[in-house]
């Protein structure tokens, strides 16, 4: 035991106190700020261009239709409209109005023309042609001063006075969304999906890269030919779990300085954004027990050391980073697959497809956590992926250690698989 800690404390030591490893530890507080940050910056700065009214409405509806949109383009349904010049035309008129119309904004009289006619009227089809005809947000918010101003006219031919169809035709409706579990209310539906994707990510690339430090650190040892001067005094499989459980402890203690960084940037989000004039909207985390903390730090831990064992393994067979390129290659799609199921589950998380991920082995560790985020997984359903998690864990380890026993003092060719399965019987 004592000989385990203390390869468990040079591994662990020998990474948190490297500048690779106080980088990436800020570098996700950073990264969530940014997202947190930049999008209400980005919608702030990206709004719909403030003279989206300098337009010709060319209207051959023979309808009020281009009048009518003028004035909601410049400040409210029928006002100014002194940005907007209205054409009205007969459909015969129409090529000769465009051709005029191109030549005007092409002298910069204009930011470009909207084209109404019957189509129009029907709410099918309106035609706009601009030097903004690319900007996002001026076509949507065009678009819809469009569709807005068809509907009301439709509602008042239908007998509606002018009140009501204004009323009407300028509804928004916003659904908002809560998340119900076992417990109660969970809190927002669309941030308990954004939490739960984080969550399923982080654990993707946490054992992803730790259990890559493992694969580096066993060759590293094995090409500097330490690891014969270790072997003769410790036990490879002692060797295999101190830097098993060293490297993991590094990746806990990672996990844990970045969730308490995100939750500072969330606490401190409010008055950031007021201080630099960015709207805010109201944002909480969903409700979290201190059973599914507890779960999700089981799932993390049982999924590193389950694939850390077999990038150890490869780490014992290879002898040069290009082998090591190949022959984790089978490991690392295991893990791959698994983020790439992680929006099917978001979107359906009740689906077959999650129930099968929970039970596979080299899934679990990211698809039940990411499930426990979204919605309530009954706990048999839980026990069961926990104990095929387990064994899976088990076996890998032992299948590994094998391996490793015998692998970390090979040198020249790499083992064929007959080779390999000769080192599981005999190591």
Known sequence: ?????????????ERVRTKFFVISTLFAPLLFGTITFLPAWLAMRTRASVDIGRIFIIDAS?????????????????????KTRVVRVTPAELPNAERDATAAVARKEAKGYLVLDAKSVAGEE???????????????????????????????????DDAQAETLSRMRLQLQTERLSSSGKAGSGSVGALFGFAVGFLLYMSIFLYGQNVLRGVM??????????VVSSVRATTLLAGKVLGVGAVGVTQLVLWLAGSWAIIQGRAPIMARLG?????????????????????????????????FAAVGA???????????????????????????????????????LMSLIPFSAPVAVPLRLTLTTVPPREIALSLAILA???????????????????????RPTLPELARWVRTG
Request: hydrophobic share 50%; proline share 5%; aromatic share 8%.
């Open 62 to 82: 023979g309808t009020p239709l281009g009048t009518r949109l003028a004035g909601s383009l410049n400040g409210g349904p029928f006002g100014d409209s002194t």
């Open 220 to 229: 590293e040892e094995k090409q500097t030919r330490v690891a014969e001067v």
């Open 278 to 310: 960015l709207p805010n909207a109201p944002f909480s985390l969903p409700s979290i027990s201190p059973a599914m903390i507890l779960l999700l730090v089981l799932y993390f831990l049982l999924g590193y050391c389950f694939y850390a064992a077999l």
């Open 317 to 355: 067979m290879v002898n040069s980073e290009q082998e090591a390129q190949q022959v984790q290659l089978p490991v690392a799609l295991l893990l791959i697959s698994t983020a790439v199921c992680i929006q099917p589950i978001l979107l359906a998380p009740e689906s077959r497809l999650a129930h």
């Open 1 to 13: 035991m004592a000989k385990l800690w203390a390869i468990v404390k040079r591994e662990y030591l």
């Open 391 to 413: 064994v899976a864990c088990y076996v890998a380890v032992w299948v590994a250690a094998r391996i490793y026993r015998v692998g970390l003092l090979m040198y020249g060719k």
């Open 126 to 160: 309106a035609r706009y042609s601009g030097t903004n005809a690319t900007a996002a947000f001026d076509m949507n918010a065009l678009e819809r001063a469009v569709r807005t101003e068809v509907l009301a006219m439709r509602l008042e031919r239908a007998g509606l």
